[in-house]
């Protein structure tokens, strides 16, 4: 049995393996990137949406391959070279250059031109789907035609020239945008690129322009200037190279600090840096944190001014606690010595001390990445399989990390799905009660009833063996009911017939039904029209609050159980039906027990075992059906949750849902396989591994 | 005991074919309880039907599916805003200019013809010259050109027209008769014509060609097809003489026969095929939808009393809108002083103004193709990949039943939903993704099926005897084994119509002017007050889904012998 019960457990993992791939095929069938689609529809887009949107398809890996990234195979040397020359050029110089390239048959292009040329048309399928620059051959060469070839039907050549010439223009706008987005993309294995164009002797001062404004492109923030909410020595490192790069520039401006001066400030840092750790480890309270870390800057802006700079800087690079660097690095960058930044990117007409200034930033950020970017070969073999969409989605999903939502605000995607279940889990469990609570006994009944019908109703004789006074009672009442009621099974065809009818309803039709009969209206409105809470909840008492809730919450409950409640009533009622004929029945009948000890003794929990396994079988499509019945309910569960994040194109959340969803139902599919080997000693544990 | 099915056609039927012979069903067969000894030859379907025929509640339902299907392909005899005939004025003015031509050619003088001057006729009176310009709304160019050119012809050649109006002026009559007729003779040399111009059009005939969704190209395809065979039938029975074992004979190859017939007609008929046709032959097969864009129920409520069309019973197109109506409550009429637009709302109109009972009758086509479509997919797909793992078991099995297991895990509805959202809303990838998310079920069930069919004997023997894995699977095999399979397929019919609604109720199971019942669910848009929206759709999909769910009920029954009692 505990092998059976390990080897289930192992199936569970090509399982969760399966789940994620269905969940990564069903989002790879979303209709490309809502911010890429908006971009081309609308041709141009304001730098802080680009920013936005490279920020947040970093954040969900969607720069990646899908499958195999063999991007750290590959030499990026000639792009970066284009992907700079492009950035370095105006629109109207890209559009002459597309004009050159565009007018001339391929065959003539320079090799230059030829790789250009691949790049451009390589831009097109690098973006997702077909998201890319739509229709670039038609914009290169107007009306599809091979160069040359003219049609002039109506145009005179100058006019026909300048419409040319205005495709060409936006279609250099559009080669513009997407090469930001394609270097963005792989940023990793372009930055070292760049890096290299920099610093090489024979590069031309536009290239390098070109670089700078790329790695600018490609780069976010960074330089690292203060430490942030949880220092560690990782941020150290980052925070001291780049102080340490802009105090020369200041260091003229500060005199020597006198001693005294110093040591106070001095006494102070440690002070502060002391109390301010002991409140940011000692406690977990958010509150106590915050009100340490205003503490701490208030500190930082009153007690010292701006001749304490060099204490600080020598407190920075020093060998001092992490705590009184943090304060270091906050004091600097509130006075911005130096200048407080570091220059990143240059216009296009920078003076060539200015891009020596920015190439040096850019090494030096260099120098302290480095590891980042140029990972070992064995980690180059690793991230082939890993480092894709797929790899980190698969880490993403079975880490539980999903990340936020797509739309503002863009709170956690936990969050809000917790928020969900919490909602619709009281919701789920008080329909299951009620299905089984009311399903198995009018199974049985029917299927007693039935098998009455055959055998005729039997006398309601008292039995033999000793019994409980109270149970004689209820046994003769039900002897004397079984008379009048299941006469060649009268019951069990009108009870069938009514289950049959529910189980015909679909349940949103029920619900739009009932909510018009019962809370639309005037004199029948005795339910309310939705929600899970009336306006002044909160107000209430514990009693009032639960009957609030019981009273929104009877007919979702009802609409949700009642389609589940007539299956598994037939499925009881057949069960049942199995049972009563086998012969251990007919023994305990042939030895004299009542009729209420065969049945409920003998029959029922015999004929419960299959009953069981169906709870894991009807969560699905109660998961999927409360979609419908929440929305018309204006729930705020995750049916709901789920459906308008359909509705606002909010993958991450969407994805969440499906996985979760599968999870849960897969999680009671194992505890009812478990459960059906515990109650059922019936089942043999063969080699097959499943319980048959 | 002797088991008098039909003996294997073929000789590498091993197997029984309909009943394995251990069960109870050939024992039944055998004692001589039934029938079975008079009929000439009792298949396991003849028995299964006879079993179903005893439950009266599956039975009728079965009818109530067979009426559902006629309402399906013969609604256009029942809802159209195309009349079947309509006597044109229009086209008659069109055709004035030949219908001259060709009196003067036999040598008429005189003649007579109608111009409804309100349709859009214009008539300009001269000192002694008739012009007449014709400018119909619909009209081409060349109509309006010919008949202008004619009657100069005609005024050279003869040199002697004349006009008389009888008893007003034509100017008259132009200006100010309202629904008299206006008559103009016009003498030609000495002779006289009678006739009234005009031409009876057929736009239903045309409008059948040309719906708006291909799946009801489909439906007035079989309904078309439907007049060759019944015809057929009706001959066979004549010739024949109408005996029931002749008519069960004849059902599945005259069923087949409809069928092919229906696609043959729609291949021939649809859009590209008609391009194939034009290609090949070098004229159009498909009648052109010159009139679709009139509106005849206007043209008759400005024509006045005098209707000249005959229409179905109900006259509102399934996507026909009227804005003003919009939000109407069953009963209400068009409006009162309209004496010819009297036509009843009765079940109201939705959020456009289109006739709620119309687009009921209509969705059943949708409703009835989602159900039948989705299911034969996953039935299809299921049966085949079932029947491998069963079969095969080993890797392929631990494969497949895994890809089963993990595609049972997602909730379906979510999952469909989710899938048909990305993809896009329309009917057909609606059928496409049921089909394609619905089938681990089947899958799971042949599987089992075939398991316990492949340790049976005349598996083994058909191996012995040198057949195939494939022959083995989908000869011997799977016809004992997809019986259970069958009894899904209504449920499936159910749950896939159940869920197109659930669908369009969101908003994303079909197209707007395709008619659903959960499209019209949809449009009531949380509005309760547009009870007619909620609770007609809601009767006609519970109707339909209970009438689905007693006949698979019914199936199970008569397929399970435990329950045969």
Known sequence: ?692 | MSQPTEQPESADRVGPVGVPAESPLASEVGNGNCTAATIDSESYFDLVWRQFKKNTAAYVSLWLLISLFIVAIFCPLMASNQPFAFFDRNEAALAGGAFLARLRLSGVDEITFVIEPRLGHHIREAEDTLVVTVRPRNAKEEGEYELRRVISARIEATGRVSYQVRNKTLFDLLFHGQDEQTKVAVKLNSATAKGSLGRTIYPWGRWLFNPAEPVDLFFNMAMIAFVPCLFAAVTTAAVKGCKWGLFKRALAPGFILYIGTTILLSMLFCEPGNDIFQAVFGGRIKPDNRYGERTFTEEEARAGPRATGWYPPIRFGPVEQDVPMRFSPPLSRRSSERPNDQHIHFLGTDNVGRDVLVQMIYSTRISLTIGFIAVSIYASIGVVLGAIAGYFGGWTDILISRVIEVMLLFPAFFLILTLVAFIGPSIYITMVVIGLTQWPATARLVRGEVLKQRAMDYTAAARALGAGHMRVIFRHILPNAVSPVLVTVPFGVAGAITVEAGLSLLGYGVRPPTPTWGFLLNQSNGNYANWWLIVFPSLAMFFTVTVFNLIGSGLRDAMDPRLRR
């Open chain 1, 1 to 692: 049995m505990r092998s059976y019960v390990l080897r289930r457990l192992l199936m569970m993992i090509p399982t969760l393996f399966g789940i994620t791939i269905v969940s990564f095929l069903v989002m790879q069938l979303s209709p490309g990137d809502p911010l890429l689609a908006k971009h081309s529809a609308t041709g141009g887009q304001s730098t802080g949406t680009r920013h936005a949107y490279l920020l947040q398809k970093k954040e969900l890996k969607l720069d990646k391959p899908l499958l195999l990234n063999a991007r750290y195979l590959f030499n990026y040397e000639d792009e970066a070279r284009i992907g700079a020359g492009v950035l370095q050029m105006s629109k109207t110089s890209l559009a002459d250059l597309l004009t050159v390239i565009g007018d001339t048959p391929e065959d003539e292009l320079t090799e230059q031109q030829t790789v250009q040329l691949k790049l451009f048309r390589s831009l097109r399928v690098s973006a997702k789907l077909n998201a890319g620059i739509p229709q670039f051959e038609e914009l290169l060469h107007p009306l599809g035609l091979p160069t040359g070839q003219i049609k002039r039907s109506e145009l005179t050549q100058e006019e026909w020239a300048l419409r040319v010439r205005e495709r060409r223009e936006s279609l250099a706008a559009a080669v513009r945008d997407f090469t930001e987005v394609w270097m963005a993309d792989r940023y990793l294995h372009l930055t070292p690129q760049m890096i290299a164009l920099l610093t090489a002797e024979d590069t031309s001062c536009e290239l390098k322009i070109g670089a700078i404004q790329a790695l600018h492109v490609m780069v976010e923030n960074p330089f690292t200037y203060t430490f942030s909410r949880e220092p560690t020595l990782a941020q150290e490192r980052e925070v001291v190279a780049t102080w340490q790069r802009l105090w020369p520039i200041a260091a003229d401006k500060f005199g020597e600090v006198a001693p005294d001066r110093a040591t106070r400030t001095r006494a102070i840092i440690s002070q502060i840096a002391e109390r301010t750790r002991a409140a940011m480890i000692g406690s977990n309270d958010k509150e106590t944190q915050a009100a340490a870390k205003i503490a701490m800057f208030d500190t930082i802006e009153n007690e010292f001014s701006y001749e304490d700079a060099p204490v600080m800087y020598a407190t920075l690079i020093g060998d001092y606690p992490l705590y009184e660097k943090v304060i270091a690095a906050e004091f600097l960058k509130l006075h911005e010595i130096g200048g407080g930044k570091l220059e990143t990117d240059v216009p296009r007409d920078a003076s060539a001390e200015k891009i020596a200034q920015a190439a040096a930033n850019w090494r030096l950020y260099y120098q302290v990445h480095r590891d980042t970017y140029e990972p070992s070969v064995p980690m180059r073999l690793v991230y082939l399989l890993t480092d894709t969409q797929y790899g980190h989605m698969v880490w993403r999903l079975v880490s539980f990390q999903f990340g936020k939502t797509a739309v503002e605000p863009r709170e956690p995607v936990a969050q809000k799905i917790g928020r969900a279940i919490f909602v619709s889990v009281p919701l789920m469990v008080m329909a299951q009660l009620i299905i089984y609570l009311i399903a198995i006994p009018s199974g049985v009944v029917c299927a007693v009833s039935h098998h009455r019908q055959g055998g005729g109703a039997r006398s309601g004789e008292a039995s033999q063996t000793p019994q409980s006074f109270l149970r004689r009672h209820i046994s003769s009442l039900y002897e004397t009911l079984s008379v009048v009621l299941w006469r060649r099974g009268a019951l069990d065809r009108n009870l069938s017939l009514i289950l049959f009818f529910l189980y015909s309803i679909p349940p949103f039709v029920a619900a739009m039904l009932l909510l018009l009969g019962f809370c639309y209206g005037g004199w029948l409105a005795i339910f309310p029209m939705g929600g899970l809470h009336s306006d002044n909840a909160d107000s209430m008492g514990y009693v009032a609050y639960t009957l609030d809730y019981i009273w929104h919450a009877f007919l979702p409950v009802m609409c949700l159980s009642l389609f589940s409640l007539a299956g598994l009533a037939m499925y009881s009622r057949s069960a049942m039906l199995d049972v009563l004929t086998q012969d251990f029945i007919r023994t305990a009948r042939s030895k004299g027990i009542s009729n209420y000890q065969v049945i409920v003794k003998h029959a029922l929990p015999n004929s419960l075992i299959p009953i069981v396994t169906l709870f894991a079988g009807f969560l699905p499509a109660m998961l999927g059906g409360s979609v419908l019945i929440e929305v018309i309910f204006n729930i705020p569960g995750m049916g709901r949750l789920g459906f308008s994040a359909i509705e606002q194109k909010d993958y991450p959340t969407l994805m969440a849902l499906i996985y979760i969803d599968a999870i849960v139902v897969m999680l009671s599919i194992l505890m009812t396989d478990l459960l059906y080997v515990v109650i059922d000693p019936r089942i043999s544990f063969g080699k097959e591994g499943t319980a048959s």
